[in-house]
């Protein structure tokens, strides 16, 4: 939802939210902040791999987020966000420190860890990071994966900061086609594999239509949009 009034805002916070109180934050990198938070609301829940949170982050906006971590046992949750710094959500996590409240709309399944496949192929940006760092720690035994995640050339090290086992491959002038030069080189060698097309839209829509090509079905393709350019709160 990209803006809502706040008077409704309030309603949803009231109705849907739980609370929960920011342990810990730190920084891997400038531009990306670790967030640890905890509460009782937070217990028990269905929240693997994939699911997403919504916290609120103003008056008016609530974000979607993935976390990168749950102790279900003792209501704590981690996430990862990038400080793109273009709005609201990115300015939230940007100013919120140990002690803060939040709000958290969640959470909702829309990507699925899927023990039914060996090989798994991780393509993504810099949001997507929490989310694979998820899912690469959750893999069942046997599972492997690989993939690549595109940032920003001075950012080649970010993967590396919270310890997801993948390299980092710098931006182009065209964004997503480093990830397409990998899947191009890449794909021979993992062509059974699940996909994850995660983050970027335009760039998720260009891999799966060249996925698609190739012959693989909707079942080996888990694609999530996280943000689409000129667009607000997805
Ligand atoms: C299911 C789901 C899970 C997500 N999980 C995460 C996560 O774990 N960590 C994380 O960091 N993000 C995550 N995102 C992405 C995050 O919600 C978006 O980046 C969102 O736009 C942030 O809100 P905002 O208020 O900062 O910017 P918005 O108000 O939504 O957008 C403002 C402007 O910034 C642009 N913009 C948004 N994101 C980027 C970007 N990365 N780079 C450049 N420009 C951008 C938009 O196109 C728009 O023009 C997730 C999104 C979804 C849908």
Request: with cysteine; proline share 6%.
């Amino acid at each position: 939802m990209p803006e809502l009034p706040k008077v409704l805002t309030d309603i949803a916070t009231a109705l849907f939210t739980k609370p929960a109180t920011v342990t810990a934050v730190s920084y891997p990198d400038k531009y990306l902040k670790k967030i640890v938070f905890t509460g009782d609301a937070l217990k028990g829940l269905k929240c693997p791999p994939g699911a997403q949170i919504e916290p609120r982050v103003s008056d008016r906006h609530m974000r979607h987020y993935n976390p990168s971590a749950y102790d279900s046992a003792t209501g704590t949750m981690e996430m990862l966000i990038y400080l793109h710094g273009m709005g609201p959500g990115s300015a939230w996590a940007e100013k919120i420190q140990a002690g803060d409240k939040l709000n958290i709309m969640g959470p909702a399944m829309k990507i699925h860890a899927d023990e039914s496949h060996t090989k798994q192929v991780f393509l993504g940006d810099e949001t997507t990071i929490g989310t694979f760092l998820f899912l690469q720690n959750s893999l069942a035994k046997g599972q492997t994966f690989t993939g690549v995640i595109e940032a920003e050339p001075d950012l080649l090290h970010l993967n590396q900061t919270v310890n997801l086992k993948l390299p980092n491959v710098a931006r182009t002038s065209q964004r997503g086609r480093a990830l397409m030069n990998w899947l191009i080189e890449n794909y021979e060698a993992n062509q059974d594999a699940l996909f994850y097309l995660l983050g970027h839209n335009a760039s998720n829509l260009q891999l799966r239509d060249w996925l698609k090509d190739k012959g693989v079905p909707n079942s080996r393709i888990a694609m999530r949009r996280y943000w689409a350019d000129g667009m607000e709160g997805l």
